[in-house]
């Protein structure tokens, strides 16, 4: 049963040393219980305490790696039904599933592709996380060498053993220890086998069955054969089944703490439709699933799922946002524009987007508004004539422009007559209304 946050601060040193980053020992017990840290943050916590906290103080839905090195892909740790409740922790994994009896040439292409799908939004590095190897040739020989092939071509990938069998598998993963692959799948029939297995490398093992009955009593046979690591895979195959069951999960290890089922989900959405497949994709990321495979990788379905993700898995409290100060984009000089927006990491990147593909080198302020677009920001007043000024004074630009000349958005032309007033000495000129015209209107200026 779940303790409560007090019941856990009573075994904990009650030291206040910060040393797990909260402020107090009862702070972190409070977010312990609520499945936000890991007792294993507090590094003065007893032997004794420990054992009698044990699961007690896990989080609903286990939390470990798919994959080993910089990229790999944490995954479970949530401990929330819905992202207005919470943000979302950790963003689900994408892979895409290759089969072992292409060719070397075609093997290679694949993981090329994947090593190439990293895109850069918004700030994040987004990209295909993951590789899952299907034993389709039957040949255990020609697995281990595609695995092999694989693993080398797409060093960063997490790996998936797509493979059934236990032999194969076995040698598959001994080839590739240290990627930490992911074996899929153990069934009733090869759970020993498969946990045998991933015990022995200390690799994370997917539990397959039809049902959630099914699927409790193979994670729990699998667990007491000494694996921690499961990934379920319940094997559904429609949207329907997808969010029924993954919601079922969901819910039955954080409402109920139901620990046969706290574990990141694997959903298999291959299809032979792009667009149909994207959109079960879809569905499966919005609803929890921490592993999603597909059948392809192409850039606009990378684009749309990515971007899905993305959003589904910042924090709503937070708006997305970067640091305050003068970016120069190009190499200015000091005759060069400069231009002002606000600190919404959206507007951030589609302003400076834009002023790149003027190719006129400019500087631009950007000023800390919490977060907020242009227009959100001036309507609760953090976007003002005299804040502006004061930004503009202290950032010590009027030292590196000779024109003293600042662009505004067209959006807050309003602001103009006031801040000629605040900024003594500046000239005010409003830009475009919309970022896309500011290509335009710089190369305009300059020609
Ligand atoms: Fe308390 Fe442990 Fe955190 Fe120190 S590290 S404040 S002892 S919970």
């Known amino acids: 049963m779940a303790l409560t946050g007090v019941q856990i601060f009573k075994l904990l040193p009650k030291t206040n040393c910060k040393k797990c980053g909260f402020p107090t020992c009862l702070a972190f017990a409070m977010k312990l219980a609520q499945g936000g840290v890991e007792l294993s943050a507090c590094p003065d916590v007893s032997e004794e305490a420990k054992k009698t906290l044990g699961e007690a103080s896990a989080p609903p839905i286990r939390s ?13 740790g949530e401990n929330v039904l819905f ?9 689900c994994a994408l892979a895409i599933n290759i089969k072992d009896n292409l060719s070397d040439d075609e093997l290679t292409h694949k993981a090329t592709e994947i090593v190439n799908s990293e895109i850069d939004r918004v700030g994040q590095k987004l990209r295909v996380d993951a590789i899952s190897i299907e034993y389709a040739s039957g040949d255990r020989t020609k697995y281990e060498a595609a695995v092999r092939l694989v693993a080398e071509k797409a060093p960063d990938a997490a790996i998936i053993l797509n493979c059934k069998d236990a032999a194969a598998a076995e ?46 009593a193979l994670t729990e046979k699998i667990k007491g054969l000494g694996v921690e690591d499961i990934v379920l895979d319940f094997g559904a195959k429609t949207a329907k089944e997808i ?9 039955s290890a954080l409402k ?51 971007t899905l993700r993305q959003n589904l898995y910042t924090d709503p409290q937070v708006p997305m946002q970067v640091e305050q100060k003068i970016y120069d984009i190009g190499e200015p000089n000091a005759d ?15 302003v400076s987007g834009e002023i790149e593909n003027s190719r006129v080198p400019s500087r631009l302020a950007v000023m800390d508004c919490e977060g907020l677009s242009v227009l959100t920001a001036w309507a609760a007043g953090k976007f003002t004539a005299a ?43 409003v830009g475009p209304r919309e970022a896309n015209a500011i ?9």
């Open 171 to 216: 040698t598959a993963v001994k080839a590739i220890a240290s990627r930490q692959p992911l074996i899929y799948c153990a069934t009733d029939v090869n759970a020993e086998e498969m946990a045998n297995i991933a015990k022995a490398s200390g690799v994370p093992l997917c539990a397959s069955a039809q049902g959630l009955e099914a699927l409790s």
């Open 256 to 306: 109920k703490s139901f620990k046969p089922l706290g574990y990141p989900i694997i959903n298999f959405v291959l299809r032979d439709n792009p667009i149909y497949e994207a959109s079960i994709a879809s569905i499966a990321i919005a609803k929890y699933a921490s592993i999603v495979v597909l059948s392809s990788i192409e850039k606009w379905k990378n684009l749309a799922l990515f």
């Open 243 to 251: 969010i029924e069951h993954n919601t079922q999960i969901r819910r």
């Open 64 to 76: 470990f790696s798919l994959g080993a090195g910089d990229k790999a892909v944490k995954m479970g």
């Open 387 to 429: 804040k502006i000024a004061q930004f503009i004074k202290e950032s010590g630009v009027e030292g590196n422009v000779s024109h003293n000349e600042i662009i505004i958005p067209g959006q807050v032309a309003i602001l103009s007559g006031a801040l000629e007033d605040k900024l003594e000495g500046w000239k005010i000129t």
């Open 83 to 91: 992202r207005h409740d919470k943000k979302f922790i950790n963003p």
């Open 336 to 350: 060069s524009p400069l231009m002002i927006t606000t600190n919404f990491s959206l507007t951030y990147f589609i």
């Open 439 to 447: 290509p335009t209107f710089l190369k305009g200026r300059s020609s």
